[in-house]
């Protein structure tokens, strides 16, 4: 079987409980992943990683896709020959099933160039997609995961529940981690970024609930996203010091997020690599909706206003709800998640 779910971070993740799902079914099945080059680290640790292994422990194959990088040269000589390189390489594993998680033309484009009997969600997100699937499934989830394994269980025929998979553990990668990190403290990493600025909560109020957690002894660290390092720099800065910045790359942040007792951050794939890593999430929403979208499969609190609605457009100032939640309501549902002792407290639930 091949998965086709390029990226984004997020959406990677989201596919992957069920693919775990499907391996927790079939074994012996052969999974291959095409994806971009920059998330591929959420698949394997290396380019010399071995399948079932810790540094490769849900599929058999990685292909590459720069598929961004394509849309943005499609007439150069470089870009065709790497199309027909991936189209070669699909072909020769000869896969039964290609499975599109994406729901885009140009995933629905490279799961047909594999030769496969092509399956994907009935309602794609790029309408068009549909005319390229050889199998249409329709999906009744709210989350983006139980779709996914909706469109997996119905290509496949089997009943498939979503279950957590195993991210690659990437050994030089622990090492640099743990040389960053040399208190015992517990650790608290914030995600102060987001895809668009509507997503963002206030620098000054993630800098607000770091100086109070660092109070209570915890170590704060703030996320440093490529892009993102201004912001991260001023929730440090309006901490008073409380919380340090600290940039990673991917392997890195996957290190540094299975040391967290807790992760706070809004719809960003930073705090869906929490939940993938069964680590308890405060959620802070806006735009999007956190029934889709939101925490799965671990502890977690959602912060949200009642009146948010959702909405992708891109805008740059954060969303008018997301700017009625205060520090003090992100410090209380951190209490409900972590007792006094650090361990976790109470079940899962969504609150406004």
Known sequence: MLVVRLGAMGDVLHAMPAVAALRAQLPECHVGWVIEPRWAPLLKSDANAAPHTPAMPLVDAVHMANARG????PLV???WRAMRALRSEL???RYDLAIDLQGAVR???IGRASGA???GEAEPR?????????QRVRTWGVHVIEQAAEVVAGATGLHLKP???SLPVDCAAEARVAAMLPDAKPLVLLHPGAGWGAKRWPAERYGRVAAELASRGYSVVVNCAPGEETLALDVARTSGGAAREVATDMSELIAMTRRCALVIGGDTGPA???CALGKPIVGIYGPTDPARNGPWGVPFRVLRHPESRRDHARRSAPEVGLLTIEPEEVLVAVDELLGAEGRLAGRPAVQA
Do not use: D, I, K, Y
């Open 117 to 119: 009997e092509l399956a």
């Open 126 to 134: 790029e309408g068009p997609a549909r005319w390229l699937f050889q």
């Open 70 to 73: 394509w849309a943005r040269q």
């Open 107 to 109: 995933s629905a484009l």
């Open 91 to 93: 072909q020769a594993q």
């Open 272 to 274: 869906h690599l929490a």
């Open 77 to 79: 000589p470089e870009t």
């Open 163 to 165: 279950e957590l998979a």
